[in-house]
């Protein structure tokens, strides 16, 4: 991903924690496979920030860059099966994602909305804007494939939100040392 500069209009910025690859290929496979396909847009993905304002995106990108340089891969849990009520998720867990979660909260202070000010329930949405009942079939069709298991967050990612399909700005590799 590159950075497209300043030409990014109003559009609002989405901050991700990057999946291991393995884990993004088997999560977005399940969203095609269950997301309703109309309004299936985008791969497997772990939001931070919904809603950025596009006038700090050089803030933005500068604070991550900074952050990555000094902070390892991040340590996390896949816990299981969370429901959405009409959707179904995978729950992860990752008090170190969280912790930088806040470090990066403290940087944006004052371009945070509402939404975006309450620390988040990390997880990775396979299946929303259906049925209670399907939620809950599927929740009971994949009980027994989502299991606990460790694995790293490598880095983070920065979009762009313009209705549909997010436009990719900029990753960012955690390469430090230090435990978040």
């Avoid at 170190?96 to 004052?110: Q, S, V």
């Avoid at 994949?142 to 549909?164: D, K, N, Q």
């Amino acid at each position: 991903m590159s950075t497209s500069g300043s030409d990014g209009g109003d559009a609002p910025l989405i901050l991700t924690a990057q999946l291991p690859e393995d884990l993004h290929a088997r999560y977005t496979a399940l969203r095609t496979a269950h997301f309703p396909p109309e309004r299936n847009f985008l791969e497997a993905h772990v939001t931070l920030f919904h809603a950025l304002p596009a006038m700090s995106e050089g803030e933005v990108i500068s604070c991550c860059k900074r952050i990555a340089a000094n902070v390892a891969p991040v340590r996390g849990q896949v816990v299981g099966l969370m429901s959405l009520g009409g959707g179904t998720a995978i729950k992860l867990e990752s008090d170190g994602m969280l912790r930088l979660r806040e470090r990066l909260a403290e940087n944006f202070h004052g371009l945070l909305t509402a939404q975006d000010q309450h620390r988040p329930r990390l997880h990775v949405t396979i299946q929303n804007k259906v049925t209670s009942a399907e939620a809950k079939a599927l929740q009971a069709e994949l009980a027994e494939f989502i299991v606990p298991r460790p694995f790293a967050f490598p880095g983070l990612s920065l979009f762009r939100y313009r209705g549909g399909p997010w436009e990719p700005v900029r990753s960012f590799a955690f390469r430090g040392r230090e435990e978040s």
